[in-house]
């Protein structure tokens, strides 16, 4: 079962514009970062974003792991990253399905 969803604000109110003059700001990461740890108390199973480079990508990730919000993120689910140009898309998707059946049966 899939639900994608677009979400315009984060829990503060902040605008989530990820329009390139400000996707990098710290206000719209913080807000992701404040939008993720919501999301993954209430979702029982998995969730997977999508970004529009493997560059931007980590720009997030590093933001929010200066911040802490990744051990956060990792203590209630497991967190898979596609590594760039490894072609392990198949392989990353797998084990992402792995562990959601495995969070599900127990």
């Known amino acids: 079962h899939l639900l994608p969803l677009v979400i315009s604000q984060g829990p503060t109110g902040v605008k989530l514009d990820f329009s390139f003059q400000y996707r990098e700001t710290s206000q719209v990461l913080d807000e992701l970062g404040r939008v993720l740890q919501n999301i993954v108390s209430v979702i029982p199973s998995g969730i997977v974003i999508f970004f529009p480079s493997y560059n931007y990508e980590e ?15 990792s203590q209630k689910k497991s967190i898979f990253r596609e590594p760039k140009g490894t072609g392990d898309s198949d392989r990353i998707l797998g084990e992402y399905s792995r562990a959601v059946r495995l969070s599900m049966e127990g």
Request: hydrophobic fraction near 45%; glycine fraction near 6%.
């Open 59 to 73: 720009k997030v990730f590093n933001h929010l792991q200066k911040l802490g919000i990744i051990d956060k993120l």
